[in-house]
């Protein structure tokens, strides 16, 4: 008999070495019935989250799934466009397009939407366009709640981001530049990634109870001998952008994004994230790069405010890297990050561990972070630290860290919340809260590969089996928009 030896190793903390006693025993099935009282008392009270952008001044297009035509001009509510992908690419520099509910996939369902191409915005520029989703079929009112706008892929098998949206200049442009809004748009990858099947019995599928809507992910180049679910699991954006100018992305849900739910590059101007909710993504949730020459950062600025980000995993199932909330990022002078509700996120709900190209520019960096709450994070706030391993940082003690601010008070762990924990779907948290990890390691002499290896002086080769009791399971997307308005004045709130 060959020769093999086994370590397991269960890790049943991995998560939860920052979450506050109130969180880790928490009744989860009990907070329903308290929730519709604290539901009340809180709504009294919800913020709304507006912004500045002044609106496009060019022409409007209308497209609706259940109303719309192939081949109508879009440009009236009584004759919408059917295909969001065909008002975009009719619309010019400044349009607004108007759309109703319903899942849209692109020319002839194709899965995604474009404005300009990935990764050649020097070539193929884009627009500056504003999209507004959550209207009634008519036109005649918007409620993004009640008229849900989605970009959900069903059974598609693609290669590019759900959206994505160029809006460049020329270089060396010296006019004016234009908007970009995205809002009131559901990005969903929850029906097309690929998952194990739901099994609780069997540790290989990642289904940590029976009320989780799958087994975990399916990494790229994974191949589980089980039961599978769904049909992609290549790295793709939720959304991606490559813009300038005045950008606003708001009031839009981004649930089971399986690379980012927002990354973007953003050039000369101002970038706002506002009031969205960030469920289930994997990577990190949101990551905005600059995107410009150095002399050109003063002129970058992005705030990142009222957003709600839950469950944001990592890279693997190994939980080795990523999984970031929100990460602070070079190229862009000032960044501010406030009133959002950062919770569960795998790795760090947000991230300062990247360094500007010299020190002078570093110094002129503003990273501030303020007005946060957290929850049930494995690290608030991490830290590079030259020379050793990140440092993480609770949420109480990041007045300390002296690469924020110079605006860094009012972060804390966030108050006992029935209203806002009872919204989340509870199989989903409680899995999370329970997670661990099984980790096994085998070596076996007599294989074939280290046979050879011995006879070429080559080093032995053992396997290791890691298997989570959770990892980037499908979130249910329509509980996502039960998350708005819950917590007055934190996270993402009731939009207008």
């Known amino acids: 008999m060959p020769m ?13 070495s920052s979450v506050t006693s109130a969180y880790a025993q928490l009744n989860l099935k009990g907070l329903a019935e308290k929730a519709k009282k604290a539901i009340e008392e809180a709504g009294a009270s919800v913020d709304k989250v507006t912004s500045s952008i002044p609106a496009a001044k060019g022409k409007t297009y209308y497209v609706s799934a259940s109303t719309g035509s192939a081949r109508a001009d879009g440009l009236s509510t009584s004759s919408p466009m059917k295909d969001l992908q065909k008002a975009i690419d009719a619309a010019e520099d400044n349009d607004v397009i108007y759309v109703a ?10 899965g995604y939407i474009q404005c300009g191409k ?51 200049r020329p270089y060396n442009y010296s006019g004016p530049v234009g ?86 590059l953003m050039g000369k101007g101002h970038m706002e994230i506002c009031n969205n909710i960030f469920i289930a993504c994997r990577y990190a949730a949101c990551q905005v790069k ?25 890279r693997t199932k190994a939980f080795e890297d990523m999984g970031q909330g929100f990460r602070f990022m070079n190229g862009i002078r000032t960044i501010n990050v406030h009133n959002n509700i950062f919770g569960c ?75 806002f924990i009872s919204a989340i779907d509870q199989p989903y948290l409680e899995g999370f809260m329970t997670l ?7 070596y076996n002499a007599n294989s074939a590969a280290n046979q050879v290896n011995r006879l070429f002086g080559l080093n032995q080769q053992g396997s290791e089996i890691v298997r989570p009791s959770m990892y980037c399971n499908n979130y249910p997307w329509e509980k996502a928009k039960d998350l708005f308005g819950k917590v007055a004045g934190y996270g993402a709130q009731m939009p207008e």
């Not at 509910?101 to 194709?110: M, Q």
């Not at 699991?233 to 927002?262: A, Q, T």
Request: glycine content about 8%; proline content about 5%; overall charge negative.
């Open 118 to 168: 990935i990764a050649d915005a020097t070539h193929d520029m884009g627009k500056f366009i504003s999209i507004y989703g959550g209207y009634s079929p008519d036109f005649s009112e918007r409620n993004i709640i009640k008229y849900v706008t989605k970009l959900q892929p069903v059974d598609q098998k693609f290669s590019a981001p759900l959206f994505n949206l160029n809006a460049r």
């Open 290 to 314: 600059g995107n410009v020459k150095d002399a050109d950062i003063p002129q970058v600025s992005l705030d990142f405010h009222h957003n709600t980000v839950l469950f944001t995993w990592t």
């Open 4 to 16: 093999r030896t086994s370590k397991i190793l269960i890790v049943t903390a991995l998560l939860l």
């Open 179 to 264: 908007n970009v809004v995205i809002d009131g748009l559901v990005f969903d990858l929850g029906e097309n990634n690929l998952y194990c099947a739901p099994k609780v019995d069997d540790p290989v599928t990642g289904t940590p109870n029976e009320g989780v809507l799958t087994g975990r992910f399916i990494e790229p180049g994974g191949s589980p001998s089980v039961q599978k679910v769904g049909y992609a699991n290549g790295d793709e954006y939720g959304l991606h952008l490559d813009v300038e100018g005045n950008v606003r992305i708001s009031n839009c849900i981004f649930v089971n994004c399986r690379d980012y739910g927002i990354q973007a």
């Open 436 to 442: 661990k990890i099984i980790s096994s390691q085998s």
């Open 101 to 110: 509910e319903g899942n849209y996939l692109g020319n002839l369902d194709r």
């Open 345 to 419: 996120n795998s790795n760090c709900a947000v991230e300062r561990v990247f360094y500007e190209s010299n020190a002078a520019m570093e110094k002129a960096k503003i990273s501030n972070l303020y007005d946060n709450y957290f929850f049930a994070n494995r690290r608030d706030l991490e830290l590079a630290a030259p020379g050793a391993a990140t440092i993480s940082v609770p949420a109480a003690r990041i007045d300390e860290a002296e690469q924020i601010g110079p605006k860094y008070e009012g972060n804390k762990e966030m108050p006992e919340n029935e209203a």
